[in-house]
């Protein structure tokens, strides 16, 4: 859990209660008592009027109440477009969660915000999956975050099949279509994958952290590339070679 979400649920769950110890709190954060101390002091500094001491255990005064959140109408259609977009297109799990945030953020909204939400006029319709991108986006997103190789069955644009052992490194969409940014240990190179060509997908062990082929390195070998293309377009073309004499009869 990352810093930020943790002062947020230590002030929710200090809100309405009496004395809560920092034992508590680190078993229900699955943090050490040492982490809680740390927050509470932070929150302290921040304005949260946490009453207590260590040993005894701390509260949140009555009458405290996190500051509504400020959007006007355009933030509002960019959180909400966003959100349509994962629960469409970013799989079951990463839909899920984006429902649940944009719940979380109407509830923190004023009260004459929260119909601006249900009022806009943006979508995403959800794209066909017949090739079970979106249960494989999950699989690829935890192997990222893992640090685990993939095995995968890939049958590129010419229907050629073959097996690839990928290094994952990122997920990218475009126009309805996910990428996997990976290193490739048969190419022994960066390469780009469409998750509706995977056929088959397996975990493997872990992959090691390692110059040049991280992500930064990734992108920094596709902005090469670009502009290896860009120079070779703007390159004027060579003239055609004079035609030869012709010969004597």
């Known amino acids: 859990m ?17 004395l809560t110890t920092a034992r508590q709190l680190a078993q ?19 304005g949260v009027p946490v009453d207590g001491e260590a040993g005894v255990g701390y509260r949140i005064k009555p009458g405290y109440d996190l500051p509504p959140l400020m959007f006007n109408a355009d933030e509002i259609d960019a ?6 977009m994962v629960q469409a297109w970013g799989g079951p799990q ?11 953020v109407v509830l923190a909204l004023p ?3 929260r119909d601006f939400v249900e009022a806009t006029p943006l979508f995403a319709p959800a794209m066909q999956d017949d090739c079970g991108q979106g249960e494989r986006l999950e699989a690829i997103r935890q192997a990222i975050n893992s640090r685990h190789k993939l095995l995968l069955h890939y049958t590129d644009a010419q229907q050629r ?7 994952p490194l990122a997920l990218a969409f475009f126009g ?3 990428l996997l940014a990976a290193w490739c240990e048969t190419r022994d190179d960066f390469r780009s994958f469409r998750l509706d060509r995977v056929r088959q997908m397996s975990e493997q ?3 090691p952290d390692r110059n040049g082929r991280r992500l930064p390195d990734f992108v920094r070998a596709m902005q090469r590339q670009v502009r290896a293309q860009q120079s070779s377009a703007a390159a004027p073309a060579t003239p055609p070679a004079p035609a030869a004499p012709p010969s004597a009869a």
Do not use: N
Request: cysteine-free; hydrophobic content about 40%; proline content about 0%.
């Open 205 to 207: 062990g872990h992959y």
């Open 111 to 113: 009260k004459e915000k």
């Open 2 to 18: 990352r810093r930020a979400d943790r002062l947020f649920q230590i002030t929710q769950y200090l809100r309405g209660r009496r």
């Open 161 to 167: 099949s073959s097996q690839r052992v990928v290094w």
């Open 94 to 104: 990463l839909g899920a969660s984006a429902a649940s945030a944009l719940a979380k």
């Open 176 to 178: 309805g279509t996910w």
């Open 28 to 46: 229900w954060l699955s943090v050490s008592e040492r982490t809680v101390y740390r927050d509470i002091r932070d929150l302290s500094l921040s």
């Open 79 to 84: 959180l909400v477009i966003g959100m349509r």
